[in-house]
């Protein structure tokens, strides 16, 4: 075996091809406008810090410390940028967190810690609009909200309800796209001032022009303070029901039950009526004006045991969904409030292809940072993989990034300067229309 050595060959070749998008898309222009001024004596710009950590992940890295160790060196020939150290990336990262906020909820005694950055909140919705300016000009963007546990061993990470330590942060998806993160430590549940959480969300989007139709969150925005703060800004909600005696009082109400078989051969039962929820809230906060009708729609399933419910005396389990909808059929809502489950799936991506899982910082307001930052990367390679797949054959849109980063990012590759301008050599057959 003879081996030939060639010096400045970059096995990440294709990584290229995504740093000239990013320059077509003007993002340097944003992060200067949006992110604060550097020293003049500053030998990094925030465009050579951020594309530097955007690269990590479009090159396979699951940390930042593999910028220096696997990739800054691959990355020196680059005319897209400078390549920092990965203690320069992560001491400018810190110099953008913003002070978490302690507080108690008004019933309990655990002490709620909570993260928020503005900043660079406002930085991740104006690049959105960049990315997809038609998308975000239309009236009917739905919002969905969760929470996901990042299981972490941090310095200051407290105890979640799953017995292991870690941060708690809630999370703002229109379609596949994350617009506003809140990062909670783990201590903190769900519906803890849920309600300020979502409403800083709604005035960053209403502040850049982007108003929300719907609404769609799980059980733990089932609570009083957070629907009121939801009909301040869209038109309809669907919010999963906590079980309590008084659904039950509705679910006795419905009398338009309709059998609905599965594909999988079970028996569903499907209804709705309309009801008054948080009547006793509304009193002890002495707030009944606040009180609204709304429409539950109940599907229930026989049990298996047997087992009679005290208040229905029927022996089935129930699911509920509350809306403020009272156009679609029952059908129609279980149906659209059931494709909020691919908010599950962004967080299985955002926590294996974007670095979730390995927070570099042992604060909670320093990792907030990161959580956005690499948010706005997975935006990113939304609009790439979307972009790429149309005009190279060997790539398709739902592609995760692993798989594109084989396909098209390990190319070999250099640069070559000749008469004054640089030119990418690529060593192989690549189909890509430029």
Not at 9 to 18: E, M
Not at 132 to 146: A, G, V
Not at 198 to 225: C, H, P, V
Request: glycine fraction near 6%.
């Amino acid at each position: 075996m003879k081996i030939q050595q060639s010096s400045h060959l970059s096995p990440f070749g294709g990584l290229n091809f995504v740093l000239e998008e990013f320059e077509n898309l003007k993002i340097d222009q944003l992060l200067y406008t949006c992110l604060p001024k550097l020293s003049s004596n500053s030998h990094y710009s925030w465009k050579d810090l951020i594309f530097s950590f955007w690269s990590v992940y479009f090159c396979g890295g699951s940390c930042i410390e593999d910028l220096g160790e696997n990739f800054r060196g691959f990355l020196t020939d680059s005319p897209y940028l400078k390549a920092p150290s990965p203690d320069r990336l992560l001491s400018r990262f810190k110099e953008l967190s913003e002070a978490k906020y302690v507080c108690k909820t008004k019933r309990g005694e655990s002490i709620n810690e909570f993260s928020e950055n503005p900043m660079l909140d406002i930085l991740n919705i104006k690049l959105l609009k960049r990315l997809n300016p038609e998308k975000y000009l239309k009236r009917d963007l739905i919002l969905d909200y969760d929470n996901t546990i990042i299981f972490t061993g941090k310095a200051d990470a407290k105890m979640t309800y799953k017995r292991e330590y870690g941060y708690c942060p809630g999370v703002g998806i229109i379609g596949s796209d994350i617009v506003g993160i809140q990062n909670r430590n783990g201590n903190s549940v769900a519906y803890a001032l849920q309600e300020k959480t979502l409403e800083t969300m709604f005035e960053n989007l209403r502040q850049e022009g982007i108003s929300i139709d719907a609404f769609r969150a799980d059980s733990g925005s089932y609570k009083f303070d957070i629907i009121n703060t939801v009909n301040r800004y869209v038109n309809k909600f669907y919010v999963r029901i906590k079980m309590r005696p008084s659904i039950y009082q509705a679910i006795n109400k419905v009398n338009n039950w309709k059998e609905i078989k599965t594909k999988d051969g079970r028996t569903l039962f499907r209804g709705s009526s309309k009801f008054t929820p948080f009547k006793r809230a509304a009193q002890n906060q002495k707030q009944k004006g606040l009180l609204k009708e709304y429409r539950i729609v109940v599907t229930k399933e026989n049990n298996l045991d047997g087992q009679l419910n005290v208040f229905t005396n029927e022996a089935c389990v129930y699911s509920c969904i509350m809306t403020s909808d009272f156009e679609k059929t029952d059908d129609e809502i279980v149906f659209f409030y059931n494709q909020r489950g691919t908010i599950e799936r962004e967080f299985d991506v955002l926590k294996n292809d974007f670095g979730w899982r390995h927070l570099p910082f042992s604060k909670l307001e320093q990792n907030t940072v990161f959580l956005i930052l690499t948010a706005m990367c997975r935006n990113l390679y939304d609009y790439i993989i979307q972009k790429f797949s149309s005009r190279y054959q060997n790539l398709k849109s739902n592609f995760r990034i692993k798989k594109f980063i084989f396909r098209f990012i390990c190319i070999p590759a250099k640069w070559i300067s000749h008469a004054r301008y640089k030119y990418l050599k690529v060593y192989g057959k690549i189909a890509f229309k430029t």
